[in-house]
């Protein structure tokens, strides 16, 4: 006989709107474009110009600045929020929809040249010199969240690097990598920022004092996919205050439907079956 268990979960702040997905929301999100703009000139001290020449002659070129890439960089922006199961990309918020609105601030946008000389020698002893470039890039901002009704901001800054280098290196390529990179690094933060959350709503294979299998209530609604991987996590109370203890982590084998998921238990099956026959509270918590 199958056996059937409702786990409790931690409750979500509740909000003043957002569709209806149980305890994982799905908040409308307004996008504006990040701000640019390259610092000013500074008088250059005698200290300075010294470090410049010693960059120069070490191959090391002063930072130039990618304002053309600017466009670019709020593309990365708005892909990046599409793939945020609980943030939902519009024009613009409806009057009072208590969604969230993204403001940006993009640091910095540069890339450094190095020139180094390679010497060896040939197969006759003659001196060989190769010369190579190699450009190093920086891409920086900075992204406010604000809850609209609330007015509840977060700040949170993100920083990616790459380099180009090779017969075919260019600054371009350093930079549209490090800003392309950007993308990944913002889904991720959003998406822990905003975990989806799930029940364990039946149990699935075991075998002798291990849990194999798990089902959860989570599916295509929230973009549940296969592949994702979900904390197991045990909840108490100590002093009043909700604690958890992770004790497992499983991964989605398979998504069933709107509302239900099967997962695969990849760590810790003896102590989620343990606590299942202990009938203690257990959540699953996104990890990505």
């Not at 998406?191 to 039946?202: D, G, L, Q, S, Y």
């Not at 798990?214 to 009043?240: K, M, N, P």
Request: proline share 2%.
């Amino acid at each position: 006989m199958r056996q059937y268990f409702v786990i409790a979960l931690f409750l979500l702040p509740l909000m003043a709107w957002a569709q209806d997905n149980g305890l994982n929301p799905i908040y409308s999100l307004e996008i504006q474009d990040a701000t640019y703009e390259v610092q000013a000139k500074k008088k250059v001290t005698a200290g300075q110009v010294l470090s410049t020449i010693a960059n120069a002659a070490a191959g090391v070129s002063t930072d130039t600045h990618h304002e053309d890439k600017v466009s670019a960089m709020n593309d990365v922006i708005k892909s990046a929020f599409k793939y945020v199961r609980r943030l939902h990309p519009v024009d613009a918020l409806m009057d009072g929809e208590n969604g969230y609105l993204v403001t940006g601030h993009i640091n910095n946008l540069t890339t450094t040249s190095k020139t180094e000389v390679h010497t060896s020698k040939d197969s006759k002893g003659k001196e060989i010199k190769k010369t190579t470039v190699r450009y190093d890039a920086v891409a920086e901002i900075s992204l406010t969240l604000k809850e609209v009704l609330s007015g509840s901001v977060t700040t949170q800054n993100f920083r990616c690097t790459a380099y180009s280098d090779g017969p075919t290196a260019t600054a371009e390529k350093a930079i549209a990598a490090a800003v392309n990179g950007m993308k990944g690094k913002i889904a991720s933060y959003y998406n822990a920022k905003f975990p989806t959350r799930a029940n364990i709503v039946e149990r699935g294979a075991e075998k002798k004092d291990k849990q194999k299998e798990l089902y959860i209530d989570v599916g295509s609604t929230v973009r549940t996919y296969e592949g994702q991987h979900f904390y197991i996590y045990v909840v108490g109370t100590v002093a009043g205050r909700e604690t958890k203890k992770e004790v497992g982590r499983v991964k989605v084998s398979e998504v069933l439907g709107e509302d239900i998921s099967l997962c695969k238990v990849q760590k810790g099956g003896k102590d989620i079956k343990a606590a299942l026959d202990e009938g203690k509270q257990v959540v699953a918590i996104s990890a990505d």
